[in-house]
């Protein structure tokens, strides 16, 4: 069964497949998720109570837009920085990528998983993983489970997509190319500090 993908207001819509091959799902707690939040000017909405982004990793392959391509917007918080893909419609999150599609991961925000009626506990499992926890903004006393066996089982899925080339089967990438679908806007230096500081 899939599950729906799509933004707030409903003009970006599609869905992820087979769920139950996701990577993983966790929490993570860095600055730049955070900045990432602010940027969208929705971290309310975004982060948890401790400056965490609830996050489910699958590969680019299983995620299907049906609807709204035309507002899928791009950002990076850096010139080497992940690409952070959002709707600008009503700048809901939607995931991270790398900026190499031949690395197949996608870290699908949650705000973008909630909008479909299915819950995210339901198809992808509870959150295992809490990563950048040194960085959250008050502490968190939940620890990571079974992140060894997560982090092999998303190298071996990536590495078999790699090597049978699936990875050209992304939304996020031109597969002739291998560029974004969408020229990202890359935040100034001055910019990323600001939105990284501390409210």
Not at 27 to 33: E, H, K, L, M, V
Request: with cysteine; glycine share 10%; net charge positive.
């Amino acid at each position: 069964m899939n599950h729906p993908l799509r933004c707030r207001c409903g003009r970006l819509q599609g869905h992820v497949t087979e769920p139950q091959r996701a990577m993983g799902r966790g929490i993570c707690y860095c600055r730049d998720c955070r900045a990432y939040a602010r940027f969208l000017g929705q971290p309310d909405a975004v982060l948890d109570a401790h400056g965490g982004t609830d996050v489910v990793a699958v590969q680019p392959q299983q995620v299907v837009i049906h609807q709204g391509h035309e507002v899928l917007a791009c950002m990076s918080l850096s010139p080497r920085g992940l690409l952070r893909w959002y709707a600008s419609c009503c700048r809901t999150p939607l995931g991270n990528t790398p900026r190499n599609p031949k690395v197949a991961y996608v870290g699908l925000v949650h705000n973008g998983l909630e909008g479909g009626g299915v819950s995210i506990e339901s198809s992808f499992g509870p959150v295992t993983l809490h990563l950048n926890a040194a960085s959250a903004t008050s502490p968190v006393a939940e620890r990571s489970r079974g992140a060894l066996g997560s982090a092999l089982r998303a190298m071996a899925a990536m590495a078999a997509t790699r090597l049978s080339g699936r990875y050209r089967r992304s939304p996020f990438f031109d597969a002739a190319s291998g560029a974004p679908v969408v020229a990202p806007q890359v935040l100034s230096r001055a910019e990323r500090e600001r939105l990284a500081a501390p409210p």
